[in-house]
């Protein structure tokens, strides 16, 4: 399977390494409209088709996928462009900018019969698929209640400066990742209520946000995200989980350590391995990235539709507008206004 990746900025470097790692892959075409991001991708993973547009990749052609990792505000045009080729998408989250284009860019996928997927990569971290299968195996019941919980104080715009600069920031960056965990365990949510709070004053989006899910399964879920939080040790990228079920509970805590209790209570290390390109303390989040690009790859092979699949991140893109809009108003608001 041979694929091209859009945009070699600071995150790509870990998709390019996964992408290495996978059986029977192949990036053979890069494109950044930046030269030099362009040029040292290019010569450290030896790829010799190189673009600074992508219109012109896409008349070449000669690749299967392409892997989008340019930041939100080019994804529309290049799905959009993606499908016109008739290639197969992943792109990165935030999908879109706000839903009409989210929407546009599933129709216009569909209408190719591309597969496109969405890389949310957090439900992917081996820590809270380790979590999944207890709870969907049943061992602590019907949950009723959860917490998904992501409070951190690490410099996130340092590698990321863009994140310092939008009227939006961690629920759009981070609570996606954070808003999707809380679906891939209770399901679709009826309704939202937020609360954000800017305690940096030198960003200009929120960095505090406080949300409470009702979810269609009758779930209520707290998610608390957080890069204002001074703790020792710091959790950076750690999500934490609490969840009660009708027969037993369980936690994933701090250092990965995920708890059973039900009669007995069982503790397990649940470490992400360190892969060799990898780096603490983002070795939790680049073990999800060869994960999430490994079961883009299943899919396409077994012609089935991605758990991250487009559509499916349409709810997960909508809890992000529902949750703006509750915090903003001060109401909850229910997802079928959006
Ligand atoms: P970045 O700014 O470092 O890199 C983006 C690159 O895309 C730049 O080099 C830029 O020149 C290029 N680019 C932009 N528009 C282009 C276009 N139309 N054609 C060709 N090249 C173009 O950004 P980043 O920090 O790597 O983030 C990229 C995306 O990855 C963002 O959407 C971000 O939210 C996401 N991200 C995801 C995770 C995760 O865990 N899933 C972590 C970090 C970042
Ligand atoms: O995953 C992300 O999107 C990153 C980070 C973990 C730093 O918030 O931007």
């Keep these: 399977m041979k694929g091209a990746l859009i945009g070699c900025g600071f995150f790509a470097q870990n998709q390019l390494h996964a992408w290495r790692d996978i059986d029977g892959v192949e990036i053979v075409a890069l494109c950044d409209q930046n ?9 450290l993973f030896g790829i010799d088709q190189v673009y600074t547009d992508a219109q012109e990749m896409f008349a070449d052609g000669g690749f299967d996928f392409v892997d989008i990792a340019t930041t939100a505000p080019s994804h529309r045009t290049l799905v959009e462009m993606a499908a016109k080729a008739g290639v197969n998408i992943i792109c990165q989250k935030p999908f879109a900018e706000n839903m009409d284009d989210a929407r546009a860019m599933v129709a216009s996928a569909d209408a190719a019969g591309a597969t496109l997927m969405v890389h949310e990569n957090f439900r992917w971290q081996s820590a809270i698929q380790s979590a999944l299968k207890v709870v969907r195996s049943g061992a602590i019941g019907e949950p009723f209640f959860g917490r998904v919980s992501f409070r951190s104080g690490y410099d996130v715009f340092s590698g990321q400066p863009y994140l310092a600069e939008g009227q939006r920031f961690i629920i759009e960056d981070l609570g996606i990742h954070i808003l999707d965990i809380a679906r891939a365990f ?14 940096n004053p030198n960003i200009n989006g929120e960095d505090v946000a406080t949300m409470l899910l009702e979810h269609h399964s009758g779930v209520s879920c707290i998610v608390d995200c957080s890069y204002a939080t001074k703790r020792i040790p710091e959790n950076f990228p750690q999500s934490l989980l609490e969840i009660d079920g009708s027969i037993g509970s369980l936690r994933l805590d701090a250092g990965y350590k995920l708890t059973v209790q039900t009669d007995d209570e069982i503790t397990v290390d649940v470490s992400p391995p360190l892969l060799p390109w990898a780096e603490r303390p983002w070795h939790n989040i680049q073990e999800s990235v060869k994960i999430i690009q490994q079961h883009f790859v299943n899919c396409i092979r077994s012609g089935s539709q991605p758990e991250t699949s487009g559509a499916d991140n349409l709810k997960t893109l909508a809890l992000v507008e529902a949750a703006y809009i509750s915090a903003e108003h001060g109401r909850t608001v229910s997802l079928s206004e959006i």
């Design 186 to 199: 209770f399901g679709d949510v009826d309704r939202i209520a937020a609360t954000t709070q800017r305690m």
């Design 35 to 43: 030269e030099i991001a362009l040029n040292a991708s290019a010569k």
